[in-house]
Each structure stands twice: as C-alpha cells, then as structure tokens.
T-cell receptor, first 115, second 114 residues
C-alpha cells in the first residue's frame, strides 16, 4: 500500500507568490517523522525540512514551512515568496517508528516558477 | 569538496554484465543507504547499512548486492544487469545520533542497461 501520496504531478507558481505542495501519508504508528527534499534539474537531493509526529508546532526553515494536520494525515510544504531557483522536483518522505526504520518516498511534485 | 561522492556518475552497460557503483562519504556518518529513482515512483530503498558489520535489505533488493568496506564506503553491485535496472541510483548517509537522522544524498549515478 502506498504510504506517501503526492497528488500533484506538476505545479506552477508565479515568482514572488506562495505555493503549497500536498503530501498525505498513511501510518498506524503514533511515532513518525516527515521529511521534504528538493531535487533540482542537476539531480541532487537536498533536505529541506522535518516534522515530527509529536511536534506541537509546524516546522519552519526560512521560506519553507510545513502545514502539518495530524488528524488529516497531511504534511503540506509551503514555499513563500517563490524564486526562479525553486523550480525543481519536491519529494515528501516518511519514517515510521524509530530512527532504525527506513524512509518511504512519495512520487514527487514538479514545481515550475514562472517569471 | 562534496561530502557524499558517487562513482561513476554515468554508466552504460550491456545486459548480463556485472557492474559496481561506489559511494564514499566524508561526513563521518555511521549509516549509509542505496536508493534507485524511477520516473513517477520516487525513490525506493535497495539496501542500507547501520555500521560496517550491518547490512539490511530494503524494499527492492532482488538483483542487487552491497558491501560496506569501511565506515566511509558503501558499494552497490549488479551481478548480472538487466534493462529494467536502468535508473538513477543514489547513495545517502545519516548520523544515528542526529536529532532527526535526516539523510544526505550523493549526486547520483545514471545507469543505462542496454
């Protein structure tokens, strides 16, 4: 069964505007971590932000923030003030339970920022 | 210098050939991972290692083997390559002592099996 679902294969946003990339997940484990990675056209995977299932507040890192809705099992990435360099693939991933478990990735969303 | 390096960066090989992809890291991390990326499927875990004497199968280990030669080195082998192993392969590392144990990725190896 798919653990991580990213329903938007592609998204467009105007430069300087905010954009939300959706991620829903499926787990029965009360302890889990959610990660977002960016993959530019050059191919490398860049870690962006982390949200723990017990974290009381939504995670933020610079222009990135997580809209974490635990009851709905969603962890959407919000990018504020989009820049041309934000054009990339974005992957949501989840690790269930302890740090000893592996991560499962979603299929990704391709974001294109328009000038 | 990159913290996680992969060699080769690109490789074209023929069906039935043995091929090895290598990964080295200077981050001092204890954990290392091999993933493959296919269009529309995201990344899938092949093998992972928590230390030099520890090897674990991931989601899609069939047709692959690994060797953790040292804490800093983790190689992936395809004993007899087949065309559906054509993919982008990533090595990753993590520090088990880090708060979130997030993974850091190498630049990837693009493998084509003809």
């Amino acid at each position: 069964a798919q653990k991580i679902t990213q329903t938007q294969p592609g998204m467009f946003v105007q430069e300087k505007e905010a954009v939300t990339l959706d991620c829903t997940y499926d787990t029965s484990d009360p302890s889990y971590g959610l990660f977002w990675y960016k993959q530019p056209s050059s191919g490398e995977m860049i870690f962006l932000i982390y949200q723990g299932s017990y974290d009381q507040q939504n995670a933020t890192e610079g222009r990135y923030s997580l809209n974490f809705q635990k009851a709905r099992k969603s962890a959407n990435l919000v990018i504020s003030a989009s820049q041309l360099g934000d054009s990339a693939m974005y992957f949501c991933a989840m690790r269930e339970g302890s740090h000893n478990n592996d991560m499962r990735f979603g299929a990704g969303t391709r974001l294109t920022v328009k000038p | 210098d990159a913290d996680v390096t992969q060699t080769p960066r690109n490789r074209i090989t023929k069906t039935g050939k043995r091929i090895m992809l290598e990964c080295s890291q200077t981050k001092g991390h204890d954990r290392m991972y091999w993933y493959r990326q296919d269009p529309g499927l995201g990344l899938r875990l092949i093998y992972y290692s928590f230390d030099v004497k520890d090897i674990n199968k991931g989601e899609i280990s069939d047709g692959y083997s690994v060797s953790r030669q040292a804490q800093a080195k983790f190689s992936l082998s395809l004993e007899s390559a087949i065309p559906n192993q054509t993919a982008l392969y990533f090595c990753a590392t993590s520090d088990s002592g880090a708060v979130h144990n997030e993974q850091f990725f190498g630049p990837g190896t693009r493998l084509t099996v003809l």
